[in-house]
């Protein structure tokens, strides 16, 4: 048996193309990319991108339109495909594309951070950003492991 899986996590380079096939289902078209960081054998950091071709059926395109655009953080699974055709000059084309089976979406840009539970009406801005962050308490008896049911 062979396997063919990709998985990918990065950012959409472009806003995705909503398409309709004859039959009536919807396909989207997006790109991705990814990197890679390393330190060469001089110790130098290097870094180096790949883009990827991304398509994905039905309901989960339509959704991919409708809630991701370019820059978005996304996950998705999938499965490697070479489809080749003649172009209008005759010559041969080839596309390698990932047909996505699942795809997560990542946080949204603006997501809660430590600036948010800043006080919005408060006219004094001298306040700490971390007294704002309600803190964990501890218990303060000592716990004995003898307790624990595991």
Same mark, same amino acid.
């Given at each position: 048996?062979?396997? +063919?899986?990709? @998985?990918?996590?990065?950012? @959409?380079?472009?806003? %995705?193309?909503? *398409?309709?096939?004859?039959?009536?289902?919807?396909?989207?078209?997006?790109?991705?990319? &990814?990197?890679?960081? $390393? /330190?060469? *054998? +001089?110790?130098?950091?290097?870094?180096?991108?790949?883009?990827?071709?991304?398509?994905?059926?039905?309901?989960?395109? #339509? @959704?991919?339109?409708?809630?991701?655009?370019?820059?978005?953080?996304?996950? @998705?699974?999938?499965?490697?495909?070479?489809?080749? $055709?003649?172009?209008?000059?005759?010559?041969?084309?080839?596309? &390698? #594309?990932?047909?996505?089976?699942?795809?997560?979406?990542? %946080? /949204?840009?603006?997501?809660?951070?430590?600036?948010?539970? #800043?006080? /919005?009406?408060?006219?004094?801005?001298?306040? +700490?950003?971390?007294?704002?962050?309600?803190?964990?308490?501890?218990? #303060?008896?000592?716990? +004995?492991?003898?307790?624990?049911?595991?």
């Amino acid at each position: 048996m062979y396997i +063919n899986k990709a @998985l990918i996590y990065g950012n @959409l380079t472009r806003d %995705p193309e909503l *398409k309709s096939l004859p039959s009536g289902s919807q396909v989207c078209e997006f790109g991705v990319a &990814t990197n890679r960081v $390393w /330190k060469d *054998k +001089n110790g130098v950091k290097q870094e180096s991108a790949d883009f990827h071709n991304i398509v994905v059926f039905g309901r989960q395109a #339509e @959704l991919v339109k409708q809630y991701l655009n370019k820059g978005a953080g996304v996950f @998705l699974e999938g499965r490697i495909q070479t489809r080749s $055709w003649e172009a209008g000059d005759g010559t041969k084309r080839y596309r &390698t #594309e990932i047909v996505a089976d699942r795809i997560q979406f990542g %946080p /949204k840009s603006g997501a809660t951070s430590a600036s948010s539970y #800043e006080q /919005k009406d408060s006219g004094d801005k001298s306040k +700490n950003k971390e007294a704002e962050v309600p803190a964990i308490e501890y218990p #303060e008896e000592e716990i +004995n492991s003898e307790d624990i049911p595991f």
